[in-house]
T-cell receptor, first 114, second 108 residues
Framework: DAGVIQSPRHEVTEMGQEVTLRCKPI?????LFWYRQTMMRGLELLIY????????DSGMPEDRFSAKMPNASFSTLKIQPSEPRDSAVYFC????????????FGNGTRLTVT | DAKTTQPPSMDCAEGRAANLPCNHS???????VYWYRQIHSQGPQYIIH???NNETNEMASLIITEDRKSSTLILPHATLRDTAVYYC?????????FGTGTSLTVIP
């Protein structure tokens, strides 16, 4: 099992540019989560999907952020336009979606916006 | 919102047992207790979870008090590779809210 796969591992971009982060969940998992981690705020849940449908996006910071899950094996998190305060490590996680199923995390994308 | 309280940091001698405490006094009847750890620059790693009974796997043991208001994660023989931030989380469904965790340093 390859685990949760995120790409790219590192992204450096200039303020105002569009950024797209990608995630491939573990095969068979039907729930997918996006988290953001910063020193100041720790790990924050941004949005999660169940069976490709967004269930709770209350953690998405603002309209510049959007997430999609077009099929069970792929999700994107897009930031447009990006700002320096978006610099963080973004993690994707997946699970079977059962009440006591643990999350499995990818190794994250480190985003730097200059 | 994180519903748990953990000490910010702990040290443990290599080879000794590491006992990491967690308070979750507002836990509801159906919420599970989960433990994750995060080694620098990696994604959080699942360790163990439980509801009422004590649990053990190849990584650790989880001791939950009878009133379920607190728990302890035990790493029986800590190694240098166990140096990480350990998160205790209570969750009913799949929404996991991470607090600040305990930074465990295993000392040679």
């Amino acid at each position: 099992d390859a685990g949760v796969i995120q790409s790219p591992r590192h992204e450096v971009t200039e303020m105002g540019q569009e950024v797209t982060l990608r995630c491939k969940p573990i095969s068979g998992h039907n729930s997918l989560f996006w988290y953001r981690q910063t020193m100041m705020r720790g790990l924050e849940l941004l949005i999660y999907f169940n069976n490709n449908v967004p269930i709770d996006d209350s953690g998405m910071p603002e309209d510049r952020f959007s997430a999609k899950m077009p099929n069970a094996s792929f999700s994107t998190l897009k930031i447009q336009p990006s700002e320096p305060r978006d610099s963080a490590v973004y993690f994707c996680a997946s699970t079977f979606g059962q009440p006591n199923s643990p999350l499995h995390f990818g190794n994250g994308t480190r985003l730097t916006v200059t | 919102d994180a519903k748990t309280t953990q000490p910010p940091s702990m040290d443990c001698a290599e080879g000794r047992a590491a006992n990491l405490p967690c308070n979750h006094s507002t836990i509801s009847g159906n919420e599970y207790v989960y433990w994750y750890r995060q080694i620098h620059s990696q994604g959080p790693q699942y360790i163990i979870h439980g509801l009422k009974n004590n649990e053990t796997n190849e990584m650790a043991s989880l001791i939950i008090t009878e009133d379920r208001k607190s728990s302890t994660l035990i790493l029986p023989h800590a190694t240098l590779r166990d140096t990480a931030v350990y998160y205790c989380i209570v969750s009913l469904g799949n929404q996991f809210y991470f607090g600040t965790g305990t930074s465990l340093t295993v000392i040679p």
